[in-house]
């Protein structure tokens, strides 16, 4: 065989897997942008990102008193598609926070040691119907828990996060006045 194959990205198998995150995710995370995927010749540089800035409090409660104080900005991210996408997770990096790379060491921060966030307790919880805002949502839960260990009133993150945990809402009050 003489020639190369070109790679096909995964937008251009799964169009309407495209089309529902692109109507969906600036519903939750206006300031994000999506870039397609980049080709430098025949090589993928990857395969579409979403960059820019979550939130700080997207969720279906009332924002917890003091929040914009121990929060003011939420985390700056980026979200990767896989080459296997949807079938494989995005993974999401935070930019700002920087987490530190001993937090990147250690279970109970929720970061790899990669930099990307730990979103997904079980191998069940993404299939290739998930939508990708319940980890952008989950990534802006876990800025606010970030900060909630920073400022010392939790020794670790929830196991599903505050985006459907609100047991944590009342510390946020004691953190900020940290």
């Known amino acids: 065989m003489t020639g190369s194959l070109a790679p096909i990205v995964w937008p251009d198998a799964e169009p309407q897997i495209l089309e529902r995150d692109l109507a969906a995710i600036p519903t939750i995370a206006p300031d994000l942008a999506y870039e397609p995927p980049e080709m430098a010749g025949e090589h993928v540089m990857h395969h579409g990102r979403w960059v820019g800035r ?3 409090w997207p969720f279906d409660r009332p924002m917890p008193e003091r929040l914009r104080e121990l929060v003011p900005e939420g985390a700056s991210v980026t979200m990767w598609y896989s080459a296997a996408h949807p ?16 937090e990147r060491t250690q279970h109970r921060w929720h970061v790899a040691p990669g930099g990307s966030l730990c979103l997904l307790q079980t191998e069940g919880d993404w299939t290739p119907e998930t939508s990708p805002v319940e980890l952008l949502l989950k990534a802006a839960g876990w800025r606010i ?34």
């Open 54 to 56: 979550l939130p700080v």
């Open 145 to 178: 828990e970030y900060a909630l260990m920073k400022a010392g009133v939790v020794d670790s993150m929830t196991t599903s996060g505050i985006v459907s945990d609100s047991t944590r809402d009342h510390l946020i009050a004691e953190a900020a006045s940290r």
């Open 87 to 102: 079938v494989l997770p995005p993974r999401i990096t935070v930019t700002e926070p920087d987490p530190e790379l001993e």
